[in-house]
């Protein structure tokens, strides 16, 4: 999902900016990424053409955070029977 907000810039600001005045579509940041634009509605607009960020999959990272998880149950897997174990030995010596 985009997060992207559609901001006026007024003319003092822009003049601090070195930009021109008008509605920018900006990232959370502020980071500008459309603009200038007339209108608010122009603006929007431009927004809702921006396609969504490719998600870039790794193999690699992929396989390493499976073999990752699959460590971290097999570890609780071990401390939960050591702990049945442990538990049972304590019963059977009572």
Same mark, same amino acid.
């Not at 509605?41 to 927004?47: L, N, R, S, T, V």
């Given at each position: 999902?985009? *997060?992207?907000?559609? #901001?006026?810039?007024?003319?003092? &600001?822009?003049?601090?900016? @070195?930009?021109? @005045?008008?509605? +920018?579509? $900006? ?6 990424? $459309? @603009? ?9 607009? /431009? %927004? ?8 870039? %999959? *790794?193999?690699?990272?992929? &396989?390493?955070? !499976?073999? /990752? /998880?699959? !460590?971290?149950?097999?570890?609780? %897997?071990?401390?939960?029977? /050591?702990?049945?174990? +442990?538990?049972?030995? #304590?019963?059977? #010596?009572?």
């Amino acid at each position: 999902m985009k *997060d992207l907000l559609a #901001r006026l810039v007024g003319e003092s &600001e822009a003049k601090q900016l @070195g930009i021109q @005045g008008g509605w +920018y579509g $900006t990232k959370m940041s502020g980071t500008f990424v $459309t @603009g200038p634009l007339a209108s608010e509605e122009a603006c929007m607009k /431009a %927004i809702h053409l921006i396609p969504e960020p490719a998600k870039v %999959i *790794d193999p690699e990272a992929e &396989e390493k955070l !499976a073999v /990752a /998880a699959a !460590a971290k149950s097999i570890h609780a %897997i071990a401390n939960a029977q /050591a702990r049945s174990a +442990y538990q049972i030995g #304590r019963k059977v #010596r009572v």
